[in-house]
């Protein structure tokens, strides 16, 4: 979200602290898909709506986890089977809270 954004949602809050409260309370949705020929695909939902940060969120992660992968519809995916390695990146490098995090089988 643009800083703007929160400061509208938080009322009078530092932006710094009013992001830090939205990311604590976002639950984060990872998913395995099955497409056709049985390609597994990764998908993660619940991350916000900015498009622009979900691209560069997708970019790092595909970049990270040597992989191909897309923005749509809000969500990103991540062509194989990452649902563990994209908690620990959210959780160790982005500080979303493990809580937050669910893998869905």
Not at 14 to 24: G, K, M, S, T, W
Not at 38 to 63: D, Q, R
Request: glycine share 10%; net charge neutral; hydrophobic share 35%.
């Amino acid at each position: 979200m643009a800083r703007e954004e929160f400061t509208s949602i938080c009322g009078g809050l530092p932006p710094e602290l009013c992001e830090q409260l939205v990311r604590e309370q976002q639950i984060i949705k990872i998913r395995l898909d099955r497409r056709k020929f049985g390609k597994e695909v990764t998908i993660i939902e619940g991350l916000g709506s900015n498009a622009a940060e979900l691209k560069e969120m997708a970019s790092y992660l595909k970049s990270k986890l040597a992989t191909g992968g897309t923005v749509k519809n809000g969500r990103i995916e991540l062509q194989g089977d990452h649902r563990h390695r994209v908690k620990q990146i959210l959780i160790q490098e982005y500080g979303y809270p493990e809580e937050n995090i669910l893998i869905m089988d």
